[in-house]
């Protein structure tokens, strides 16, 4: 059964990421999800009409009736502190930092250059935009290049009280499980004691689950249906200190 379970996770191709490639360019959709030369052709693509950012499955505006109040009961730390790995050029750190009351200290990790350069062109206000303002005055945001797998560069131990994979555990797991259950046991090392890591993604809780649960042990799984955005339903699947 796990074995079954290890073959479909690797072959599940969340059907939101599988439309957005193949609108973006559709000669990416047969590649691995897991090597950077694809993600860093994807960043370089034209961008649909003046959007400067690109989400994989949903961006900030949809993310943040459910973040918020996260956040809200996590002010334990000021400002608090959020790591989204494999952040692209997605909306989720620029929205979190432009629109949140609550001051957050943001830091988006990604392992192609592309999109880090983009997203901090973006916060500096390059590429005729607007210079990103924070919504509180204590917020700050910053992106650098990183491997998700070995945060220990720029992340130490216990130093962050959320961290956000949108579609990143997906992508990894593409290129095999052992890649995922990294890019887990890392995002877990960061994680302060009363932290929580959320995976955002379309994979179907009956998959995702066993997987979580075996390369967290002695953290509390759960899961959250959000959505449907677009039609499309995602899945909000929490790792948390078990009390």
Known sequence: MAALRATLHVATLAAGARRALL????????????????????????????????????????????????LQEAQAAYPLRVLDVGCGTSSLCTGLYTKCPIPVDVLGVDFSPVAVAHMNSLLEGGQDQIPLYPGHPASRLQFIQADAQDLEPVAPSGSFQLVLDKG???????????????????????????????????????????????????????????????????FAYLVQVSH
């Open 23 to 70: 609108g973006r360019e559709g000669s990416l959709a047969g590649n691995c999800l897991a090597h950077r030369r694809l993600w860093d052709k994807l960043h370089s693509g034209p961008r649909v009409g003046s959007v400067p950012t690109f989400d994989w499955f949903f961006g900030y505006e949809e993310a943040q009736g459910f973040l918020l109040p996260l």
């Open 168 to 234: 990143t555990w997906d992508a990894v797991a593409r290129g095999g499980l052992p890649g995922a259950y990294q890019l887990l046991s890392e995002c877990l090392r960061v994680l302060s004691p009363q932290g929580t890591l959320i995976q955002f993604s379309d994979e179907d809780p009956d998959v995702r689950l066993p997987c979580l649960e075996q390369g967290s042990q002695g953290w509390t799984v759960t899961v959250q249906e959000l959505g449907p955005f677009r039609g499309i339903p995602y």
